[in-house]
């Protein structure tokens, strides 16, 4: 059975920095990144990498947060530095299964950034 695990949100004021982690597992995975759902607001990509290490990002949040994944730990992680209240959503991990293409969604792991 595929679990993705969140970690790392919080409360951080503007300006500070966070780190999400994803593990992921029961799987083996593509693609893994991170979206985000602000209240009022659709669901959007925050950033994504393949397994081989491309990544790409939101316009909002380029220059600003940094993707990474340890392939051996089905692990993805965010670092996110110079918060903008702005930035204030849940955050959900997601995962593209490497034999099947389905996506797969964490529960969401929330971030508040304060002004």
């Known amino acids: 059975q595929v679990q993705l695990v969140e970690s790392g949100g919080g409360l951080v004021q503007a300006g500070g920095s966070l780190r999400l982690s994803c593990a992921a597992s029961g799987s083996r995975f593509d693609a893994m990144g991170w979206y985000r759902q602000a209240p009022g607001k659709e669901r959007e990509l925050v950033a994504r990498v393949t397994s081989g290490g491309v990544a790409i990002y939101g316009d909002s949040v380029k220059g600003r947060f940094t993707i990474s994944r340890d392939n051996a730990k089905n692990t993805v992680y965010l670092q996110m530095n110079s918060l903008k209240p702005e930035d204030t959503a849940v955050y959900y991990c997601?995962?593209?299964?490497?034999?099947?293409?389905?996506?797969?969604w964490g529960k969401g792991t929330l971030v508040t950034v304060s002004s």
């Open positions: 997601n995962a593209a299964g490497y034999y099947n293409g389905v996506d797969y």
